[in-house]
């Protein structure tokens, strides 16, 4: 079968050439021939790289595999995504990435489930030109553009993003469902949002990693996280060193929190495995942080960008009422210093290199010396 | 009255391709400042364009006479002392702007794209020139100033000019779909608009070279 639609692909690949009737559509082409076939380059033989040359459509479509489905979400951001994403690929004559095909993806799971759809288009389309498209596409965004889009929902329209009627969906979707009344007293507040409002939040640690909590699609339900999260780490897509950081620095600062912090804070107070299931803290941690661009990509990197991470999210929930949720914050302060973490990383490296090889000659020179005085 | 090559080029160069602020990137804290509305942006582009208008002639007609080492100091002065005309004058014949404007009518002083046309142009060219450059400049200031606020008080508030562009029925409070965009109403949103603003005209005056 897949031999057949290579030769289709061949036949079909003379329209879409220079010259051909269908060239306007030639990144069209070119993106589904690379996405479907494997792209033959392999990064240069060339000194040291940091940046590996593995290409990036290959790595994304395995995140594409671990997540799941919001349908109308999904199409209104890959419609409005990847319409930009081709315009550009086709006006700049550059190859169409699939990097859009995770954002896309991530955007519905990130978003409360009552958002406007066209509030979702316009989002996304902010997100993708002025986080990814003015930086020069895929592979060079300095921000998780999927948190980006979610970032300028939050600014924007804070009244659909927060408070008790966000994480409940009430309209209706392709005509279904679209009668649900709550019940008196029902709160659809987060947990969260409860806590830094001074009342005590009403699940059990049990409510929470099953995901019977308001809350994004994407956020709630820990054992599909867990399971997202095993196959990044075996296909090693994601970094485990990333994803360990961040969850072993949140523990340890909600623990210092528990003892140090204001009785009166009930944030503070909050145990540390109700931290770490609660809100986007898990999902940000595997799906989030872990993006290989936006990451540090030295190895000495990783851990202080995950701990970074960490802290920051637990810190934003505990110490600023009006942001219930820290993680979306301290994913973005990480990807803005990213590359000056890995900039100094790599610089520690050269100097202490450079040491040792000095002093390695100095001491030749001693010996040296020292057998010609005798 | 035909207007010479040189003359067009002082009066109109400022206006797109020597603008103060897309192009020289000077005044950019004011126009985050004042552009949440367009009335206030209105008024503080035709404030700026006077003070730079008249402290330019002054400036030329003086320039002969200023002694180089406190050239700055009494450019100043004279920038303050316009300042403080027009801020009188607001305060006189449009109370509410004035006080919506507040202490941005006083920070024009220290607005950068006064010191700099009198210290590029004033400081060395004849008067009726370094009139037609401030104006120039003051209105190329002020054309940036309006489409950052047309497009922040549109899409943050549903008005221009205080008029109701954007039917209330659209709302979601009266059952509508419709709501305002809040990053409108913050400065780096207002920022990021400059930055489109520089795009499109970078993008436009490459084509045509």
């Known amino acids: 079968m897949f031999e057949g639609l290579y030769k289709l692909?061949?036949?079909?690949?003379?329209?879409?050439?220079?010259?051909?009737?269908?060239?306007?559509?030639?990144?069209?082409?070119?993106?589904?021939?690379s996405f479907l076939f494997t792209p033959n380059t392999t990064g240069k033989r060339l000194g040291s790289q940091i940046h590996a040359g593995n290409d990036s459509k290959r790595t994304m479509i395995y995140v594409v595999l671990g997540l799941l489905a919001v349908l109308p979400y999904i199409l209104v951001s890959y419609i409005v995504g990847l319409g930009i994403e081709f315009t550009v690929a086709q006006w700049k004559h550059e190859e169409i990435a699939e990097g859009f095909l995770v954002t896309g993806f991530l955007i519905p799971l990130i978003v409360p489930i009552n958002t406007p759809l066209w509030m979702v288009a316009v989002a996304t389309a902010f997100a993708v030109i002025f986080a990814k498209e003015v930086f020069g596409g895929t592979g060079y965004n300095i921000f998780n553009v999927a948190l980006i889009t979610r970032a300028f929902l939050f600014f924007a329209y804070p009244t659909h993003m927060t408070g008790d009627k966000a994480f409940i969906r009430t309209g209706s979707t392709w005509g279904w469902d679209g009668s649900h009344t709550l019940i008196d007293g029902f709160s659809g507040a987060t947990p969260l949002t409860q806590l830094a409002t001074g009342s005590s939040a009403d699940v059990t640690f049990m409510d929470m990693v099953n995901g019977l909590i308001p809350g994004s699609v994407g956020e709630t339900c820990v054992w599909a996280i867990l399971l997202g999260a095993a196959l990044l780490l075996i296909t090693r897509t994601a970094d485990w060193r990333i994803m360990f950081s961040i969850i072993v620095t949140g523990c340890i600062t909600a623990l210092l929190f528990n003892k140090f912090g204001a009785a009166d804070n009930l944030v503070a107070q909050y145990p540390w495995y109700m931290h770490l299931v609660s809100g986007g803290f898990l999902f940000g941690a595997v799906f989030m942080a872990t993006d290989p661009v936006t990451a540090a990509r030295t190895d000495c990197g990783k851990w202080i960008y995950g701990a970074l991470i960490g802290f920051m999210a637990v810190v934003v929930r505990v110490l600023n009422p009006g942001y219930p949720e820290g993680m979306m914050l301290a994913i973005l302060l990480g990807n803005a210093v990213a590359p000056l973490i890995d900039w100094c990383v790599v610089q520690r490296n050269i100097s202490q290199r450079a040491k040792r090889a000095s002093a390695l000659t100095a001491q030749r020179s001693n010996s040296e010396s020292g057998l010609t005085s005798k | 009255m035909a207007l010479s090559q040189k003359t067009k080029e002082t009066l109109l160069g400022p206006l797109n391709a020597n603008n103060p602020v897309v192009v020289q990137v000077l005044g950019i804290c004011s126009?985050?400042?004042?552009?949440?509305?367009?009335?206030?942006?209105l008024v503080m582009g035709v404030a700026v364009t006077i003070i730079v208008a008249m402290s330019n002639v002054i400036i030329s007609l003086l320039r002969n006479t200023i002694p180089m080492r406190i050239r700055i100091i009494v450019q100043l002065v004279v920038v303050a002392a316009l300042v403080t005309l027009v801020s009188e004058v607001l305060k006189a014949f449009a109370y509410d702007v004035a006080m919506q404007l507040s202490v941005y009518i006083g920070l024009i002083i220290t607005n950068c794209i006064l010191m700099g046309r009198l210290e590029a142009f004033a400081m060395t060219n004849k008067v009726w020139d370094s009139?037609?450059?401030?104006?120039?400049n003051g209105l190329g200031y002020a054309a940036i100033l309006i489409i950052v606020a047309f497009f922040r008080e549109l899409f943050?508030?549903?008005?221009l000019l205080g008029f109701r562009v954007i039917p209330e029925s659209w709302y979601v409070a009266n059952g509508g779909f419709y709501e305002n965009c809040g990053m409108m109403m913050m400065p780096a949103m207002a920022l990021i608009i400059v930055g489109g603003i520089i795009w499109a005209h970078r993008a436009i005056n490459e084509e045509k070279k």
Do not use: C, I
């Not at chain 1, 061949?10 to 269908?22: D, M, S, T, V, Y």
């Not at chain 2, 943050?156 to 008005?159: S, V």
């Open chain 1, 9 to 33: 692909k061949e036949q079909l690949r003379p329209n879409f050439e220079e010259g051909g009737k269908l060239h306007a559509f030639w990144s069209l082409f070119d993106g589904f021939e």
């Open chain 2, 31 to 41: 126009a985050l400042a004042v552009t949440v509305q367009l009335k206030p942006a």
């Open chain 2, 131 to 136: 009139f037609l450059d401030g104006l120039g």
């Open chain 2, 156 to 159: 943050g508030a549903g008005t």
